[in-house]
C-alpha cells in the first residue's frame, strides 16, 4: 500500500469519521491554521462526508485521515488542495490533533508519504505550502523535506486584530 508507513497509514475519510471532524473544525485552537472563522454543524459535516468520494480530479481536493497502524485511531488529517492538473501542482496541508499526538514524527511520516504519493502516483510537479512565520514547527517540518520558501506574503492573515506573515514554500518533484 503507497499509503502505508511504519507507524501510520493514510486512508479517504469514512462516515465513521463525522465525530473526528466535527471535533477539529469546531476546535477554535486550529482555527488560525485552518483559516476557519465559523464553527461546522454536524449536519455540514456529513454532507461534506457524503461527497468525499469523489476523486481528486472532479473535487479538486484530497483529504486523507491519519491512522495509527496499532489502533486503527484517527489522530489527524492531511490535505491536498487546490490541485491543478493542467499545471501539475497543489497546495498541502497538515493536522495532527491533540498535543499527545506531536512531537513523535507522526507528522513527518505522513507528510512523507503523501509526498511521495503525489509525485508518484498523481504525478505532480510541485506542492506548495502557505504557513504562518509564528509556526515554527510546520515550518520546520515542511524544510525538513526540502521545501523551500519563496516568498513572504507581508500582512496577510488577520488573526485576533493582529495581521501576520505568511511564507510560501513549495518543492519541486526531482524526477521532473
Known amino acids: 500500500m503507497t499509503l502505508k508507513g511504519k507507524n501510520i497509514y493514510l486512508r479517504a475519510l469514512e ?21 476557519t472563522q465559523t464553527p461546522y454543524s454536524r449536519y455540514l459535516i456529513r454532507q461534506y462526508l457524503e461527497n468525499a468520494h469523489q476523486d481528486i480530479y472532479e473535487a479538486k481536493q484530497l483529504r486523507l485521515a491519519i491512522c495509527l497502524n496499532n489502533s486503527h485511531n484517527v489522530i489527524g488529517l492531511i490535505d491536498l488542495f ?10 498541502i496541508g497538515i ?3 491533540q498535543f499527545q499526538n ?7 511520516e505522513a507528510l512523507h508519504l503523501l509526498i511521495e504519493y503525489s509525485f508518484s502516483s498523481l ?8 504557513i504562518s512565520t509564528d509556526n515554527q514547527i ?6 525538513k523535506f526540502g521545501f523551500q520558501e519563496i516568498g513572504t506574503k507581508k500582512q496577510w492573515n488577520k488573526i485576533n486584530n493582529v495581521y501576520k ?7 519541486i518533484n526531482p524526477k521532473h
Do not use: C, K, M
Open 15 to 35: 462516515p465513521e469519521d463525522l465525530e473526528f471532524i466535527y471535533a477539529i473544525e469546531n476546535d477554535e485552537s486550529v482555527w488560525e491554521v485552518s483559516h
Open 138 to 143: 510546520s515550518l520546520q517540518l515542511f524544510t
Open 123 to 130: 504525478q505532480l510537479h510541485q506542492l506548495y505550502a502557505n
Open 102 to 108: 506531536r512531537g513523535n514524527g507522526i507528522g513527518s
Open 95 to 97: 493536522l495532527i490533533h
Open 82 to 91: 487546490d490541485f491543478d492538473p493542467q499545471h501539475n501542482r497543489a497546495g
Open 165 to 171: 506573515d505568511e511564507i510560501l514554500l513549495q518543492l
